[in-house]
């Protein structure tokens, strides 16, 4: 089990970039996959991007690709999304969670994943 820990969320325009980090304490060896999800008010949470600790791949929904980039420092436990060229639509509370197994084709389902951070908020202006 890890404790996953999310900050650099904030205030941008369109068009701006943030890198969120997400620091994971606990067990930290233990992790196969980490992905990040957001929740905008009134929607369900989706996942965006997904890393696989064995390999380093990584995969993102369809709405952020090209924009943003995943990555892991495992020296540091840590976990990065680097999102550029910001939208209105990308605000929302974004999420870091753990899973310990699973198939590749599920990495988008929220219910896999049974380790989360608190969320870092994220607010794109026009």
């Known amino acids: 089990q890890v404790q996953p820990v999310e900050s650099g969320g904030g205030s941008v325009q369109a068009g701006g970039s943030l890198r969120l980090s997400c620091v994971v304490s606990g067990n930290t060896g233990s992790w196969s996959r980490m992905a990040w999800f957001r929740q905008a008010p009134g929607k369900e949470r989706e996942g965006i991007a997904t890393?696989?600790?064995?390999?380093?791949?990584?995969d993102y929904a369809d709405s952020v690709r090209g924009r943003f980039t995943m990555s892991q420092n495992n020296a540091k436990n840590t976990l990065y999304l680097q999102m550029n060229t910001l939208k209105p639509e990308d605000t929302g509370m974004y999420y870091c969670?753990?899973?310990?197994?699973?198939?590749?084709?599920?990495?988008?389902?929220?219910?896999?994943?049974?380790?989360w951070g608190q969320g870092t908020q994220v607010t794109v202006s026009s």
């Open positions: 969670a753990a899973r310990y197994g699973g198939k590749w084709s599920t990495w988008k389902d929220r219910y896999t994943y049974p380790d």
């Open positions: 890393i696989l600790r064995s390999t380093g791949s990584t």
